[in-house]
């Protein structure tokens, strides 16, 4: 009855537009005043307080800030011509370079829609000049930019892993392994496309160029050492790899590549902490979300169902798989982890489903999300960003949901692919 009265509601105030806190705060309030009447109102306050009071949850704003530095900043630069002097001379070289700089710099933001922001507007006239179709291009450059939700530092990970206790650097080590499958798919595709086209191929620079490149973008690439380096050699935890990333980002914009003043660093502070107060809003309600489904018992509930069905953990994930899907058509990404995860997690466990697994699996649909119309959030960043209608970005999407499409099916089927890197660095 609860389940039904919380999805009921919310479908109600999402459809007429009301704020993702607002959309899980009201059906929460509602629901404990009528079905836990009893419990007392300072639990709901500590609940919400307790929701963000987390160690593991620092490591958030740290990431946003130092994302946004990078995004505004020329690191995103240094890195695509980097990776262009590198391959960008082959067949269809400026869509791998799109790939590749993309999955580049998510490894040191892990957000997809700061990489939209920060390389669309470098390779889509690049794309453009050397004759790919606008289409392909906005499509290639929102769906690359997912990577960065896979390998880490992801954002989405780290709150996954904060959600049901599961081991961050486990899911990163998973999260690198899924990330370098999607993009390298992406990138076959890109070459069939490529070989089909009449794409012009640039001139091979020379070893002179490209020793520049490398020397240019060599401030960049210590970011990836800060923090991926710290974390698996035992450093650092992972919350003071994202402060340590802000620091050396800061270093680098203001000191290094001079590119950032004062005057613009305040802009890019203020606009990290409206991003991180959102999160962090919703993550406090979602928490509070949680405490009641926990209440309800709706695991215990869902998990029955499904053993009088004689449903295993095949259709188990098949069934995740397409109520992710349809969620994130509607659905922010943050929302879907604090509402579907605490529901559905128990239940894989107990299914004997790896907690690493599970995860890589909502991340990757998380990933889809974002690029899926109505309401898939990347969409609208690269048409704000590139100043293309959002309709001319859908339609170049659609092949990259179907390859993404094929990917998850694949890493859920193949639990080993989402396991093999932290059973190597995690032991």
Not at 104 to 130: D, H, K, Q
Not at 249 to 257: K, M, P, R, S
Not at 368 to 397: C, E, H, Q
């Amino acid at each position: 009855m609860i389940t039904l009265l919380l999805g009921i509601l919310a479908a109600f105030l999402l459809a007429f537009g009301f704020e993702m806190f607002l959309v899980l705060g009201i059906p929460s309030l509602i629901a404990k005043e009528i079905f836990f009447a009893n419990l007392p109102d300072v639990v709901v306050v500590q609940k919400l307080v307790g929701g963000v009071n987390h160690t593991t949850l620092l490591a958030i704003p740290f990431f946003i800030f130092a994302a946004e530095i990078m995004a505004r900043g020329s690191i995103a630069r240094h890195l695509t011509d980097l990776v262009k002097a590198m391959i960008g001379h082959r067949l269809g070289g400026m869509g791998h370079t799109t790939v590749a700089s993309c999955m580049a710099f998510g490894s040191i933001s892990g957000s997809a829609p700061a990489t939209v922001a920060a390389l669309g507007r470098i390779v889509y006239p690049e794309l453009g000049r050397l004759g790919y179709r606008d289409r392909f291009s906005l499509g290639l450059i929102v769906a690359s930019a997912e990577t960065a939700l896979l390998i880490p530092p992801s954002i989405t990970l780290i709150i996954y892993g904060w959600v049901t206790g599961t081991s961050i650097g486990a899911l990163f080590a998973g999260g690198l392994a899924v990330g370098i499958v999607l993009g390298v798919t992406f990138m076959i595709y890109v070459h069939w496309i490529s070989a089909r086209s009449a794409i012009v191929r640039t001139p091979r620079p020379s070893w002179a160029e490209r020793m520049a490149a490398f020397r240019a973008a060599g401030w960049a690439l210590g970011l990836p050492v800060i923090i991926l380096g710290g974390i698996y050699g035992g450093v650092v935890t992972a919350t003071e790899a994202a402060a340590a990333s802000v620091l050396y980002a800061l270093l680098v914009e203001c000191f290094v590549y001079r590119e950032m003043g004062m005057r613009r660093l305040a802009a890019v502070a203020e606009e990290s902490a409206i991003t991180t107060g959102v999160v962090f809003i919703l993550l406090a309600v979602g928490s509070l979300l949680s405490y009641l489904i926990t209440l309800a018992r709706v695991p215990d509930e869902i998990l029955a169902l499904l053993r009088s069905a004689d449903v295993g953990p095949i259709l188990f994930l098949l069934i995740v798989n397409v109520v992710f899907f349809v969620a994130g058509m509607f659905v922010d990404p943050n929302s879907q982890l604090l509402v579907l995860v605490p529901t559905l997690f128990p239940v894989a466990v107990a299914l004997g489903i790896d907690p690493v697994h599970f995860g890589l699996i909502v991340c990757l649909n998380i990933c889809i999300g974002m690029i899926t119309p109505p309401f898939g959030l990347d969409l609208f960043v690269a048409s704000s960003t590139l100043g293309k209608p959002i309709l001319t970005v859908v339609a170049g999407v659609w092949p990259f949901v179907a390859i993404n499409l094929a990917v998850l099916m694949l890493i859920t089927y193949v639990p080993d692919i989402s396991l093999v890197l932290p059973r190597l660095f995690m032991g």
